[in-house]
């Protein structure tokens, strides 16, 4: 599954009790969730992991803004305020392995850091870590014409998805902050 589940959330946190949100993305994830109800009635431990935005070089949302952060041309997306929960890749990989080996876990997991960034705060830290500005912001109005709902929904929208299991069942992040998971990636 994904943290799309929660739909727009603003700066509302939320956590694996919270209720599905709306729009494409969450009906998606609910779906998902929910093919896996003959599983649980055939008494199988099932895990919905909630994934938020993985911090890869090699692929994904990170490997994309690269080029144009590494330009000098990289910047918030629409207004900004929008959170971004994200994971590095160890942690993601840590956090699979973790869940499989505790049989206490189940059900929906999330499967972020525990602290989430707004758009402009990664935009800047990115920026940062690769010593470039990150003023040119991309427009909504841009991601709109460029990338319709989808884009709406997976760029000007966002939620402040907490990992309240991961951490419950004595998980520990590796990177819990943005600026060291991106340090780590970016350093390889």
Known sequence: SAIGFYGDRQDTPVDEDSPPGSGFLAEVCRQWEAAAQPARDAGIRV?????GVVLSTEGGALAK???PFRWGLGGPTGPGTQFMSWIALA???RAFHFCMQTESIQGPVNFTAPHPVTNRAFAQTLAGQLQRPAGL???AFAVSLLF????RE???SGAKVL???LLDAGFSFQHDQLENALWAELKE
């Open 148 to 151: 319709g709902e989808m884009g």
């Open 91 to 93: 942690d993601l990989l």
């Open 163 to 165: 990992p309240k299991k």
């Open 47 to 51: 895990v919905h992991p909630r994934i």
């Open 137 to 139: 912001p991309l427009p």
């Open 154 to 156: 997976l760029l000007l």
């Open 65 to 67: 803004m690269l080029l």
